[in-house]
């Protein structure tokens, strides 16, 4: 999973400044539109009338900002509700069914991470037929009460515009958390009938784990011997006998549990028992450790070069995604993350580190075998390093690697982690690549601390959570657009809004000329005359005008990037799908941000409905 | 203003533009209006003549370019206004997927109706209109003639003190036009006041205690109904019990010999007849008053 820099936020900190800043840009715009109101109504009206219009105007705003009825605005949602349910909102729904009843034809068990599929199917699924629903239901609703004039029989009763705005985007919001609720529920159930599969052991297996657990009960030592399941859903897992967790109960029957390993993300414990004289009979469980919630603790990254001086980013080896960077192996280059506010208190069991890199292989090697890379721990202020061990890459395969509390290195020297090695809470891991000539890639979300795991149900509930505050977003973009656009245009507007912020992060690259192929006139002209992004357009007329009007495009592009929330923002599904708890603070932030674009668009769509004559 | 006046225009006017601010249409100019509490008052006109804006600048769904609509001595903007108004549109313009209990229980939440009163009202409103076997049925369903009832009883369901009806008869059949303008005549004696217009002239007569004509936005004609269809240069003897030989005796001598007179008055054409005569009068003189009766 990409870690971006608002997932590194701490509330906090982050809402005094953030707070501070919406409120100057709400109270800015606030100002401007006053100020625009009476000079208009200064131009129409004459400097008296104007003025005591644009009052009278401001006052009423306020009454009826503030003297909402809350059972005019519950009438008001209630027949949105209606509407939106006799509109058939139920065929999306239908869609959402008949996607899931087939998705089990194309989505494969089987995979190297079933759990991520499956779970990013049902989040993908979910949060496209909502949200394109929002925009749907919220952009047509009001032109169409205006077209149709019905709207001429509520705003003639005493309903203010603002009930009219509130009770449409609390009944579309509604009638939104009715249906996310369903598609959690089947999601979830889904993902976990999916996902279920239980493994058995040959006749042949079953009487080699027997005479394990009579060697055991013999006392020979039995690690070491493997035994394999069956091959369900394109896998097997292997299976090293332990007797280190048997009880006997009252009656003599001996019960016990062993693990398998991870294979395809996840485990399974193998029970077995054994009665009073008898032989030992071993039943698998369901997976396990496929649905988790790890609460990661991360550090930041910086990179020693292969003659071991600082660098900024490690080597670029190509790959245009630039996430990650790539240290050289068999040199001194490094990549070393730094954690800080560390306590011992949190690692009763040493220090879970848990890292996904990405291999770039100069030369195939062993293709079969990981490359080797190396671990170890570093003391901040002293600079003791402390080699802990060796290990094979697994390339983008989660890998854990507990570092115990106390261990001894090759030197023979014991090393206590938080009394030699963590200074002040902070502590250095160096990640080093072995072979020469390989490359390890790392980002700064590929090597965390794996402090605890939270709940799997509570952090899919938190996603589908993110995916009902973009749908309240896009539900107040509509009702705000269809207060003064018609209903066609209020959906493009709408889905406009929705795409640049999918995409706000491209619409700033583009912003700021820092995209291969121009701006959007250029790259229409690139596209027509087929020429590749890179070459110089000929230094004509034409390329000097279009570069002009790009130009131009770029502020405008500047602006709405300002103006359009970030919708990665409150997108959670990558953290459900990747197994990483989505903390109360990131989700406190996607409200805040809800929040902040929702009351604004509120206000502007009362405005726009108080000013707009509704018979015309 | 006077506590009588519910209704008051003051040079109210309406242009309507085009896209660019350019003036389209002056459909209103200058009008200036009274409608007395407890009154019927009639708007006439033909088509484009300014009657249906006149309704939709007092109830605040239009903006005056110049001038004023007062409600109750209020502008029409005022939103607690419509607390004590109802209004029948043009065309019941309701929501189609609702039965006809969910539109009245609905409009009755917007005046914030305790629950209790909220059903009395919609059972008795249903039953007034005669819409009891359709009342689950949804709108859509409905023919123009129960859609026009269903939104009358939508105007009702606040129990209004003013009335702005919009073609109230548009739709209806005979028995439907008759019943209308009996439940018009029982709203004036319960003390409300309606303004409405209409195209038939016929209900207008038969309902109206005083009308406004309008022609391309003007006012042509203002007053009560009966004085201005009263023709003052004629006169109009009826009797009864009179024989053949007697009805001819009278035309010979009836300055004489009368029978038992019964009625000797100005007899009144019928609003059809005054109100082609003023459209015909406003062609060839525009922009005159047509008569000064009031």
């Not at chain 2, 242009?15 to 200058?30: P, Q, T």
Request: proline share 4%; hydrophobic share 45%; with cysteine.
């Amino acid at each position: 999973m990409v870690l971006e820099s608002y997932h590194a936020v701490n509330f906090a900190e982050w809402i005094g400044p953030a707070a501070k800043v919406w409120l100057i840009a709400v109270v800015a715009l606030l100002i401007a539109f006053c100020l625009l109101r009476w000079l208009l109504a200064v131009l129409r009206q004459g400097p008296a009338a104007g003025t005591l219009s644009t009052m009278e105007f401001l006052l009423a705003a306020a009454a009826d900002l503030v003297l909402l009825s809350p059972r005019r605005t519950l009438a008001l949602a209630g027949l949105t509700i209606k509407e939106s349910i006799r509109r058939r909102i139920v065929i999306v729904f239908a869609v959402f069914l008949i996607l899931v009843a087939f998705a089990g034809w194309f989505l494969d068990p089987g995979s190297n991470q079933p759990a991520r599929l499956y779970l990013s199917f049902v989040l993908t699924t979910t949060s496209y037929l909502v949200l394109l629903l929002a925009v749907f239901l919220s952009a047509l609703s009001l032109p169409a009460d205006i077209r149709n004039h019905t709207i001429h029989t509520v705003v003639t009763k005493p309903v203010r515009p603002s009930e009219i705005v509130l009770g449409r985007v609390f009944g579309f919001t509604a009638v939104g958390t009715v249906l996310l609720g369903l598609m959690a529920a089947i999601s979830y159930v889904f993902v976990l009938r999916g996902l279920d599969h239980q493994h058995d052991f040959s006749a042949a297996a079953r009487e080699q784990l027997a005479v394990l657990w009579r060697e055991a009960r013999r006392g020979d030592p039995t690690s070491g011997i493997a035994v394999s399941t069956d091959r369900v859903q394109n896998h097997r897992h292997t299976v090293y006998f332990d007797p280190s967790q048997e009880t006997v109960d009252e009656q003599g029957v001996r019960r016990g549990a062993i693990r398998t390993d991870m294979e395809n993300g996840h485990d399974h414990e193998i029970r077995y028992v054994v009665p009073v004289d008898g032989e030992p009979e071993f039943s698998c469980g369901p997976p396990e450790n496929h649905l988790l919630a790890r609460v990661p603790i991360y550090g930041k990254l910086r990179f020693k070069d292969r003659a071991g001086k600082d660098a900024e980013k490690g080597v670029n080896v190509g790959d245009e995604w630039t996430y990650r960077s790539y240290i050289q192996g068999g040199s001194l280059a490094a990549a070393i993350w730094t954690f800080e506010n560390l306590r011992e208190e949190q690692f009763p069991d040493g220090l879970p580190v848990e890292m996904t890199l990405g291999v770039f292989r100069t030369h195939k090697g062993d293709i079969e075998k990981g490359v080797p890379g190396s671990l170890s721990v570093r003391n901040p202020a002293t600079g003791d390093e402390a080699h802990v061990r060796t290990f094979a890459s697994r390339e983008f395969q989660t890998d854990l690697q507990v570092i115990p509390l106390e261990f001894q290195t090759g030197d023979g020297r014991t090393i206590n982690v938080f009394r030699d090695l963590v200074a002040d809470g902070k502590l250095e891991i160096w990640l080093r690549c072995v072979a020469p000539h390989q490359y390890f890639g790392a980002g700064q979300a590929d090597l965390y601390l794996r402090a605890r795991d939270a709940s799997f149900a509570v952090n899919f509930v938190k996603g589908f959570a993110g995916i009902w505050l973009q749908m309240v977003l896009i539900t107040g973009f509509g009702v705000l657009f269809s207060t003064f656009l018609s209903g066609p245009i209020a959906i493009l507007a709408t889905g406009g809004a929705l795409l640049g912020g999918l995409f706000s992060d491209f619409l700033y690259q583009l912003s700021q000329h820092k995209v291969y192929g121009g701006g959007p006139i250029e790259a229409m002209i690139r596209l027509v005359t087929q020429q590749n992004v890179v070459t110089e357009l000929p230094p004509t007329a034409q390329t000097t005008v279009a570069k002009m009007l790009d130009k131009a495009a770029e502020q405008w592009m500047w602006l709405i990037w300002h103006m359009l929330p970030d919708f990665r923002v409150l997108s959670f599904s990558d953290h459900v799908a990747y197994g990483f708890d989505i903390s109360w603070g990131l989700l406190a932030l996607a409200i805040c941000q809800t929040l902040a674009y929702v009351g604004p668009a509120f206000v502007l769509a009362y405005v726009f409905l108080k000013s707009r004559e509704l018979a015309q | 203003m006077s506590a009588e006046v519910v209704i008051e225009t003051r040079s109210l006017t309406k242009v309507y533009r085009d896209f660019w601010g350019r003036r389209k249409v002056e459909a209103l100019k200058a009008l200036d209006l009274e409608v007395r509490r407890g009154e019927i008052f009639g708007l006439l006109g033909p088509n484009g003549s300014g009657k249906t804006t006149t309704i939709k600048l007092i109830l605040g769904l239009l903006f005056p370019t110049n001038g004023e609509a007062l409600v109750f001595g209020r502008p029409a903007g005022d939103v607690e206004k419509n607390a004590r108004i109802g209004y029948l549109p043009e065309e019941s313009y309701l929501y189609r997927f609702l039965n006809a209990e969910e539109t009245l229980d609905f409009y009755a939440r917007l005046f914030r109706l305790p629950r209790a009163v909220r059903r009395q009202r919609v059972f008795d409103l249903i039953e007034q209109v005669g819409l009891q076997r359709a009342k689950r049925r949804q709108l859509r369903e409905y023919s123009k003639g129960m859609t026009r009832r269903i939104g009358l009883a939508q105007a009702l369901i606040n129990d209004p003190e003013l009335l702005l009806l919009d073609e109230p008869t548009t739709g209806l059949d005979p028995i439907g036009i008759r019943e209308m303008k009996d439940l018009i005549l029982h709203l004036r004696e319960q003390g409300k006041t309606i303004l409405m217009c209409s195209h038939r002239l016929d209900d207008v007569q038969d309902v109206c205690d005083r009308i406004a004509i309008l022609h391309q936005g003007e006012l042509k004609e203002l007053g009560r109904v009966d004085a201005l269809l009263k023709v003052r240069d004629m006169t109009e003897i009826r009797a009864t019990g009179l024989s053949d030989e007697a009805k001819d005796e009278i035309r010979q001598v009836i300055a004489k010999h009368g029978a038992q007179l019964l009625s000797c008055d100005n007899p009144t054409a019928t609003l059809e007849e005054l109100f082609v005569k003023i459209i015909r009068e406003s062609e060839e003189h525009p922009g005159r008053r047509v008569r000064g009766v009031t």
